[in-house]
């Protein structure tokens, strides 16, 4: 990218796990920057974060901190998002955004590279990036989506804990010693922080991630069933999802079932998921190859395994995937979006 014109660019949420990835990714991306800017809440203002040689300070995020910014990375927060962007779109930042602000605005394109990069296209200023467990799903989905049609998915989700950010990465290692020394665990964060309800998730599993709706389903559950269909650009596929937090620190997992319109073979299917952009099919059971979370921490690709036709439905499959939920369920997928609105303009 040495010859590419160069951009000022703003990390919004630079002190968050999320934020903090997307500055690792740029700097080892060698993104072209001209000036970096890192933005945070007023109480995170003034920390120090190294970028390649130098430290740059933590400013406060304001409207006026987008003033000549070209491109915002966005990570800290809805509520953030829905004040701040449109305000730095206005002033002709394009906002790629990590939260679920935008991504159902019928203006807002809903954009994993791998999938549909030529949304993109189509933005007014604002790129939403998808919920962390949609991106991995429907990249793994997306080659058998373009070959035969997808008609039913039935997702059942195994979450990390840092989804919900570092202090519930904390709980659970803090949990996990009181269980082993045999002492009470006082949960004081999951699953929701802002509900009077708390529940252990050290050697537990917890089938809640995000508040309920009025039908049943969580907000989670409804992001994925709604951004697949949008993402796709296809109402018909009928998505379920159950999503469920379990004690794992990076890397969320997938169980997925997928009825497509029309018969396979299984060597075709095994070979479009091989050959799809940023998918790594882990997939020998023979030899006990499959993909697991502790393998996809710190790697950008999402990883598909466990590929086997149904039992009862011949034109359906089951697989497993795996991805680290900051990487390309966040940082990356936003950097990826970047990039391409970089090269777009080289």
Known sequence: ???QKKFNVAVVGATGAVGEQ??????????PINELKLLSSPR???TKIKFKDKEVTVEAATAQSF???????FSAGGDVSKELAPLAAAGGTVCIDNTSAFRMD????LVVPEVNIDAIQEHKGIIANPNCS???????LKPLYDRYGISKIIVSTYQAVSGSGSKAIDEMLRQSREVLAGNPVNPDILPVGSLPVKHQIAFNAIPQIDKFLDNGFTNEEMKMINETKKIM???????TATCVRIPVVYGHSESVYVEL?????????????????GIVLQDNPQEQQYPLATDAAGKLETFVGRVRRDLNNTRALNMWIVSDNLLKGAAWNAVQIAEHIAQEQK
Do not use: W
């Not at 019928?106 to 394109?109: E, I, K, M």
């Not at 949609?134 to 793994?140: F, G, K, P």
């Not at 319109?261 to 952009?277: C, Q, S, T, Y």
């Open 22 to 31: 997307i500055i690792r990714l740029l700097e080892t991306r060698d993104f």
């Open 134 to 140: 949609t991106i991995q799903m429907v990249a793994a």
């Open 67 to 73: 003033d000549g910014v070209d491109i915002a990375l």
């Open 1 to 3: 990218m040495s010859n």
């Open 261 to 277: 319109k029309e018969d396979f073979e299984m060597e075709e299917v095994l070979r479009l998921i091989a050959d799809a952009p």
């Open 233 to 239: 650009q296809d109402e018909s596929i009928q998505v």
């Open 106 to 109: 019928p203006n807002t394109p």
């Open 44 to 46: 995170s203002a003034g």
